[in-house]
T-cell receptor
Framework: AQTVTQSQPEMSVQEAETVTLSCTYD???????LFWYKQPPSRQMILVIR??????QNATENRFSVNFQKAAKSFSLKISDSQLGDAAMYFC????????????FGQGTRLTINP | NAGVTQTPKFRVLKTGQSMTLLCAQD?????MYWYRQDPGMGLRLIHY???????AKGEVPDGYNVSRLKKQNFLLGLESAAPSQTSVYFC????????????FGPGTRLTVT
């Protein structure tokens, strides 16, 4: 079974600075998807960014980018120019290419933005 | 287009009581999922469905039952609630196919006393 590990329960960053959230995963598959979800205090799960394992190029969405290291099974999220609205829980998730596209989540990292 | 909705948003149960959580989606998605979220553990899959009339167990299915009688609805039942089922429950849905993301409902906070 696949597992996802986020080793940073909490992180904080100054507004306008850059922060990197870590995620590692374990799988024997070669084809899969990885995701970062944001969960603000409203509880709504918001997709931030996705990465297809077969793509070598790291995904980027505006101020959000990932560092995908397939051999190391590492998938970190970099947030540039941090804004107060980025404060939230962030979850890393894995989805297999097989079966019913079930998501396996990490434990989450709570990100605080200091003004 | 309401997306994924969940009913109720909050509920308090006494140990041994039963209840049903309703998830509805208006996007004609084939796949639907129920997750629970507990502090320090992320979201874990309870049950899922790949189509009307089908259900399957996820990672933590014990104490829950589900039904998918209509394509747009996915019901999660607790027959005899236990304090260990105190959690936030999320429903999600998606089209089949790796390119499609899962859309999540707003969650239901359930407390069992």
């Amino acid at each position: 079974a696949q597992t996802v590990t986020q080793s940073q329960p909490e992180m904080s960053v100054q507004e306008a600075e850059t922060v990197t959230l870590s995620c590692t995963y374990d799988t024997s598959e070669s084809d899969y998807y990885l995701f970062w979800y944001k969960q603000p205090p409203s509880r709504q799960m918001i997709l931030v960014i996705r990465q297809e394992a077969y793509k070598q190029q790291n995904a980027t969405e505006n101020r959000f980018s990932v560092n995908f290291q397939k051999a190391a099974k590492s998938f970190s999220l970099k947030i540039s120019d941090s804004q107060l609205g980025d404060a939230a829980m962030y979850f890393c998730a894995y989805r297999s290419s097989q079966g019913a596209q079930k998501l396996v989540f990490g434990q989450g990292t709570r990100l605080t933005i200091n003004p | 287009n309401a997306g994924v909705t969940q009913t109720p948003k909050f509920r308090v149960l006494k140990t041994g009581q039963s209840m049903t959580l309703l998830c509805a989606q208006d996007m004609n998605h084939e796949y639907m999922y129920w997750y629970r979220q507990d502090p320090g553990m992320g979201l874990r899959l309870i049950h899922y469905s790949v189509g009307e009339g089908t259900t399957a167990k996820g990672e933590v299915p014990d104490g829950y039952n589900v039904s998918r009688l209509k394509k747009q609805n996915f019901l999660l039942g607790l027959e005899s609630a236990a304090p260990s089922q105190t959690s936030v429950y999320f429903c999600a849905s998606s089209y089949p196919g790796l390119a499609y993301e899962q859309y999540f409902g707003p969650g239901t906070r359930l407390t069992v006393t």
